[in-house]
């Protein structure tokens, strides 16, 4: 079965860092692109970053230079490496596998809150 | 940036009423849009990709058609599990975007 599976959010303080983790079953992270989407609090959803098969990345201005994607396929997992955190990034963080292009497999989500 | 903006926000609706949602894109993205369903304290799932291809497992009331800039999702005869918000979004360059989102409320 297809599953991804996000771990690793929790409270932080203003400026601090979290690594986020998207473990994937029933497919390699490295044939597909990879994508991490958040929704803050009652709100929509933002696109933030993606990876693709030849290891490009992207990011939404928002959190370029603070964010950084990866992925290991030894341990088949996708990353999302979080530093110097605002209240504005509070959100549910999901990991979504792409397939051409549209997300066609996401995580339940983990929850980011950024508070003093 | 494309900015995709759904019409309307809110709607009520009746089981078995036909319902359409719209997105529009500030510049023309081909049929590069897919739809989403989230329903309350769940996450996304994939209802339409390029603008009108289904999705294996999708109920067939479920359809989409446009292009360029103007995108539909029609829900035909909607059932009661229906109830939840429904994003558009573009992957026809960078940064990738969603709609704002419209919740449907069944009566």
């Known amino acids: 079965e297809v599953q991804v599976v996000e771990s690793g959010g929790g409270l932080v303080q203003p400026g601090g860092s979290l690594r986020l983790s998207c473990a994937a079953s029933?497919?390699?992270?490295?044939?597909?692109?990879m994508s991490w989407v958040r929704q803050a609090p009652g709100k929509g959803l933002e696109w933030v970053s993606v990876?693709?098969?030849?290891?490009?990345?992207y990011y939404a201005d928002s959190v370029k230079d603070r964010f950084t994607i990866s992925r290991d396929t030894s341990k088949n997992t996708l990353y999302l490496q979080l530093k110097n955190l605002r209240a504005e990034d509070t959100a549910v963080y999901y990991c979504?596998?792409?397939?051409?292009?549209?997300?066609?497999?996401w995580g339940q989500g983990t929850k980011v809150s950024v508070s003093s | 940036e494309i900015v995709l903006t759904q019409s309307p926000d809110f709607q009520s609706v009746t089981p078995k009423e036909k319902v359409t949602i719209t997105c529009r894109a500030s510049?023309?993205?081909?049929?590069?849009l897919h739809w989403y369903q989230q329903k309350p304290g769940q996450s996304p799932k994939l209802l339409i990709k390029?603008?009108?291809q289904s999705i294996s497992g999708v109920p067939s009331r479920f359809s989409g058609s446009g292009s360029g800039t103007d995108f539909t999702l029609t829900i035909n005869s909607l059932e009661a599990e229906d109830a939840a918000t429904y994003y558009c979004?573009?992957?026809?360059?960078?940064?990738?975007?969603f709609g704002q989102g419209t919740r449907l409320d069944i009566k």
């Open positions: 979004h573009q992957s026809s360059g960078f940064p990738i975007t």
């Open positions: 029933g497919f390699n992270v490295n044939t597909v692109y």
């Open positions: 390029y603008a009108s």
């Open positions: 510049q023309t993205i081909g049929i590069s």
């Open positions: 990876i693709y098969t030849g290891g490009g990345t």
């Open positions: 979504a596998r792409g397939s051409s292009l549209a997300f066609d497999k």
